[in-house]
């Protein structure tokens, strides 16, 4: 699923003293079968704009043929966010005394998705994540919350969408965890063919596996650009730049020269090539 933000403007209490400006006049594409990264604050609403839970002020949102508009009308709105899953910060829709069988099921129910063996499919959609068959029958509150990251994801592939949009997902997660995840993702891109959205405020996570960095600035999409980007001083006017940024740059400044690295492990490996 190909998607574009044409035109696109999200603004609350318009003309008030509480008017909020989400996105002013953004136009960007997200190709099909692709990793983006959102890099800003209150970018939970690009999720909330494609999945029509949200209508924009003014411009459009395509998802292929279907156009999301303020006054469009949508003939079938579960069929879009069975394409279209999100895996947001906030548990307010998990209820701590489920367990992780019974969340799975209510999720597949709710986006009419029925497999023809329940049970297997949602082994196979853990064992995705990481998570043997033994966490079925865990309570959602015996979660840590890497687990219960890994059980909202799992959630989210049972139904088995085109899209997966992921907010602010590295928050609280171990450089080991960040890096199981980082590789599971690219692992739904290119073996399951799914299209990753992210969205972040922490630049670092993005390293390796986007495409495509969109960065949003009071509303305005002022960075639209491959990863190459995160090496070119304009990007860190919006963001803060990442400590392996910074350290490479110091040393090639110091007359060091040691590749580009976005890598910790791979960095390490060239300095101490460098230093024999």
Not at 18 to 24: A, G, N, P, T
Not at 177 to 190: A, D, P, T, V
Not at 239 to 260: L, R
């Amino acid at each position: 699923m190909e998607i574009i933000l044409n035109q696109l403007y999200c603004i609350d209490n318009k003309k008030t003293s509480m008017e909020k400006k989400y996105l002013d006049d953004v136009n960007l594409v997200i190709n099909k079968g692709s990793i983006v990264g959102f890099v800003g604050e209150n970018l939970r609403i690009i999720g909330d704009l494609i999945m029509a839970i949200k209508r924009p002020s003014k411009g459009e949102v395509k998802l292929d043929s279907l156009i999301i508009k303020r006054t469009s009308h949508i003939d079938n709105v579960l069929n879009l966010r069975k394409k279209v899953g999100c895996v947001y910060s906030s548990n307010i829709d998990i209820a701590i005394d489920e367990t992780v069988k019974s969340l799975l099921k209510k999720t597949m129910k709710n986006y009419g998705y029925k497999p023809s063996n329940i049970t297997k499919h949602m082994v196979d959609s853990l064992k995705i994540v990481g998570l043997d068959d033994s966490f079925l029958n865990r309570e959602i509150k015996t979660l840590s919350s890497t687990e219960m990251k890994k059980v909202k994801l799992a959630c989210v592939i049972s139904y088995n969408p085109e899209v997966i949009i992921l907010e602010n997902f590295e928050k609280g997660l171990i450089y080991r965890e960040r890096e199981y995840f980082r590789k599971l993702f690219l692992k739904l891109k290119n073996k399951f063919k799914k299209t990753i959205i992210l969205i972040t405020t922490d630049l670092s996570f993005l390293f390796e596996i986007v495409d495509k960095v969109f960065v949003i600035n009071n509303g305005k999409l002022v960075i639209s650009d491959d990863k190459d980007i995160f090496y070119e001083d304009k990007l860190y006017k919006y963001v803060e730049m990442p400590n392996i940024i910074s350290f490479t740059k110091y040393a090639q400044q110091e007359d060091h020269h040691i590749s580009e690295y976005t890598d910790i492990k791979e960095l390490i490996k060239e300095l101490y090539r460098n230093v024999k």
